[in-house]
């Protein structure tokens, strides 16, 4: 039998880092070199400022999603949190990879730079699934008469996430500015009320 | 019918962006070059200090009423959510604007920098208001029996803010300067203890 | 009347922001120039890990003392929390003068970096009272049956603080390295066991 | 008779130290220069990725045994707060120190780079060892009928980290390579699951 804990003292934490994550993306935006006019500097910087939002509303997207799976989680055991933790270390990668991203949009490496950024984002929303998947294996760390259906319903759902950002790193080996459109799709997909339906506990 | 959560969560989420947001702007002040003497070459910042100080008090102003307001809403869901995730976005950024204001006081580009600067807050105050709004026209979000007048004072009080942001905007084209005048119309009138007592929940 | 609220979220706030100021204090660390061979720099900078650990300390020390201050503060107001969050901005500048200070010992500006450094310690710690003077100037905000002796011997506890940090800040004008010692005196007077026993609560 | 206060809010700045700590480490990557190409120099920046991570994985996991160990102390006094707060001093030197190790692999000064990374360490787990060798000498701060075998058990387990970052500083000495050995073990250790088992409170 496995240490089981409760998880709220690993909620507190993962929310930590996701909050910390998400305010240190706005540090890495670059000041603006003001030989140009500082107007025109600022247009010139836009692909931070694009990355900045995109960064900044995935790791809350993630944030509120992580925080809807443990409603489902009753309790924690060693490799769920090692799981975890591996998707944390990603989470606070997003802020170098953002940064990565947006000094090479339009530049030779431009490619080079969109593959590591949708890469670590597969690899977190992979861990992401990974903490799922082992809590619904071992289930004693759910939460006691967990619907079946929503257990299947939510496993697709949190398995999109992977897939659309897989697509757009594979689409970026063909066209970096298209890998956009899984992207927008997942947004769209996580934004749209009726999904908030499903979710209904 | 939407996906109704409670708000312990969300307002655990928004406290630590608004710590952090607060916290990291004094890592924006630039180190003095001593050249001149220490004590000159920090009087010549001072725009970097009062610009620190005003967007640290702002950081905690709004946390306060952001606290305040969560007084009176009971539950969130995906709508409301995104909502105060694009206000903390806003909130981000006031480390960005706030250097961005501080290197250029007294410089060709004054003007265009503190439009940036305000414009930013207008967004900021305006997403927070938007939650208000929301929250208000579904009143299944509000807690049960908050009083109507309360309601239309708070809606009141929260519009100012916004509103005397974007008069801070509109002066900055005239004269940027005198900006600062409604910025600190809005510091007095959150900090009159008569507000307190039309706030008594 | 005033606008009373519980402090619990005024404490979560204020602890955050303690916590952030001390983690943020290492990253303030300069990387050492090799030039001279790792060890002669890293040994060289000992002004800046000196100051490091006086000012991680510090933090430390202040917010257990906040925390216990707020263990016989019931609820808060405007005007608490306004003189609460200018003793928390004092308490964010610390990375910024203990990196000031650390950059100049032994050079011309030692004397205005120790002095800037050991004034925002006296404000800090000025506001710091400030809170307890006027929690308990307002009784109402006090928990009910705090014992009058104890309150009367907090008192003078706190005002330790800044009282040392003034000495400190005139001491300077004579001798920069002797100000150290009203600093240490604070420190041995908060670590002695005998002080636990009096704030029994 | 010592001043005794509950352990929550100990357990909370903890919390918040080890979270900033562990998400600060990223922002201490260094930005790719990309004149050999983006891939080339990203690959030429290992020993920072293995650093980050390591570093990350390890404080993650000094989170998780921190919180194990205060399921057992059921308060605190003045002097395991102070050996509380040393240990969080180390964790956060944690990214000055990470950075120091990854930008002299393979360069003259490594050894004494992984020297300093391995002796922060040490004091690091020492200090967290004194928090408990502390709390089991002063009986009452446990938990009432925590298992005496059970409080033997913890001691080796935890004293085995120090022990172990001891051996790695000594091996760097003879080899830096060889160095990460005890690292390995450590991490293998305190990942098995047996760990878990004996550890169910």
Redesign the interface.
């Known amino acids: 039998?496995?240490?089981h804990r409760p998880t709220d003292?690993l909620e507190?934490?993962s929310?930590?880092?996701?909050?910390?994550?998400?305010?240190?993306?706005?540090?890495e935006?670059p000041?603006?070199e003001?030989e140009t006019?500082?107007?025109q500097a600022?247009v010139n910087q836009w692909p931070h400022y694009a990355a900045f939002?995109a960064s900044?509303?995935f790791i809350?997207v993630a944030?509120?999603n992580h925080?809807n799976m443990f409603n489902y989680i009753r309790q924690t055991?060693?490799?769920l949190?090692?799981l975890n933790?591996l998707f944390?270390?990603f989470v606070?990668?997003q802020?170098?990879t953002t940064?990565?991203l947006a000094?090479?949009v339009g530049k030779p490496?431009e490619r080079?730079?969109a593959l590591?950024y949708h890469g670590t984002l597969v690899l977190m929303t992979l861990f992401y699934n990974c903490v799922w998947w082992y809590a619904i294996k071992k289930k004693e760390l759910l939460e006691d008469g967990t619907d079946k259906k929503l257990i299947r319903l939510l496993t697709k759902e949190y398995a999109m996430a992977p897939a659309l950002h897989l697509a757009a790193l594979l689409i970026c080996l063909w066209s970096v500015p298209f890998s956009i459109i899984p992207v927008l799709l997942l947004y769209v997909y996580f934004?749209l009320?009726w999904?908030?339906?499903k979710?209904?506990k």
Not at 15 to 27: K, P, Q
């Open positions: 039998m496995h240490n003292r507190y934490f929310d930590a880092v996701l909050a910390i994550a998400a305010t240190l993306l706005a540090t935006l000041k603006p003001t006019g500082l107007l600022i939002a900044f509303l809350c944030w509120s925080h055991d060693q490799y949190l090692i933790i944390l270390m606070t990668l802020s170098f940064g990565l000094r090479h490496d080079m730079a590591i934004a009320p999904m908030g339906e979710r209904v």
